[in-house]
């Protein structure tokens, strides 16, 4: 076999036009997971990683005419958080415009619809439907507040000096218009409702479970990720902030348990009780059963500075 074929999936034309003989195609070495399609001995076939994923999911794309990498293959090929059920599922999930026939081959669940030309893009080398586009793909299987993590993901504000990008994966207007193109799909109406939840300022899925539980608990709105300025010229960033009462909270994922990270929130901390605000810790295990146990937290520390529910 060619070199550039040897380790990974190919299709059949791919591999005559490179000057494989047929029947070498027909031969031991090589597992065929659909038809047109083969793939090494040796070569996993699950998506243990993206590249792996993309690998398998690109030939898949060029056996099938006017095809796309979509749902829940995309969700993982765009690395998005939120849990989407079915990810771990076998299968590589296939878009087809609804003029022609949905895909039909083994190894690929299919789908159809309608689609413009920007909604169609490509990643590591494979065709497969925008980030927007996916996001109102699989908005039909996602729970609201989950349609409303990816969302938040999309509108995040990146930090260029740690991602080399500067602007958004999308707008809230490129989210809106997605919403406008495809009216009447399958769970568009949580997708406006996410849309509306979503915030531009959350880095993290944890974050944004945590304020919309807190919304849900009866709690006001916190502001995401905006910059506090405490005593002398020191200036953090918690994670939500209640300005109006000085109270902040800050979700401590695993990486808070790393030595390093440890002395810089106990400086984190010391800068907000200089600064006479109270700083809300919550963790993983303050977020069970709805995260009650975060809201309770958060609603002691607000009334203890003259926040009344009436309010």
């Known amino acids: 076999m ?11 034309h791919e591999a005559l036009d490179a000057g494989v003989a047929r029947d070498r195609l027909k031969r031991g070495g090589l597992v065929t997971p659909s038809r047109g399609i083969r793939v090494p001995s040796g070569v996993g076939s699950g998506p243990e990683c993206l590249r ?5 999911a690109r030939p898949h794309t060029l056996v099938t005419r006017l ?3 979509s749902h829940a293959t995309a969700f993982l090929l765009w690395e998005f958080p939120g849990f989407l059920p079915g990810t771990d599922q076998p299968g590589i999930h296939i878009s087809r415009p609804d003029a022609v026939t949905i895909a039909r081959r083994r190894g690929v669940v299919g789908h159809r619809g309608q689609f413009f030309p920007d909604e169609i893009v490509e990643v590591y080398g494979v065709t497969v439907t925008s980030r927007a586009r996916t996001w109102l793909d699989i908005a039909r299987r996602m729970s609201t507040d989950e349609l ?10 990146p930090r260029p000096e740690f991602e080399g990008r500067f602007a958004a994966h999308a707008t809230r207007e490129e989210l809106a218009d997605m919403l406008d193109r495809h009216k009447g799909t399958p769970g568009i109406r949580k997708a406006r409702v996410a849309l509306e939840q979503a915030r531009a300022g959350a880095d993290s899925a944890p974050e944004t479970r945590l304020r919309l539980a807190l919304a849900r608990h ?15 010229d020191i200036v953090r960033q918690p994670d939500l902030a209640y300005p109006e009462f000085r109270v902040a909270v800050e979700y401590d994922g695993e990486g808070h348990s790393d030595p390093a990270q ?14 006479d605000w109270i700083l809300v810790r919550i963790g993983k295990t303050h977020m069970k059963n ?5 809201a309770h937290k958060v609603r002691l520390a607000l009334l203890a500075r003259g926040w009344s529910p009436s309010q």
């Not at 792996?52 to 398998?56: D, G, I, S």
């Not at 440890?262 to 600064?275: G, M, N, Q």
């Not at 709805?290 to 975060?294: K, M, S, T």
């Open 290 to 294: 709805d995260a009650r146990a975060a």
């Open 52 to 56: 792996e994923l993309a690998h398998l």
């Open 218 to 232: 009866g709690l006001p709105d916190a502001d995401v990720n905006i910059p506090v300025a405490l005593v002398g």
């Open 262 to 275: 440890v002395l810089r929130d106990i400086s984190r901390d010391e800068d907000f009780a200089a600064a």
């Open 2 to 12: 060619p070199e550039h074929l040897s380790a990974v999936p190919f299709t059949v």
């Open 67 to 69: 095809s796309a990498a």
């Open 148 to 157: 409303t993590v990816v969302a938040d993901h999309l509108l995040r504000r």
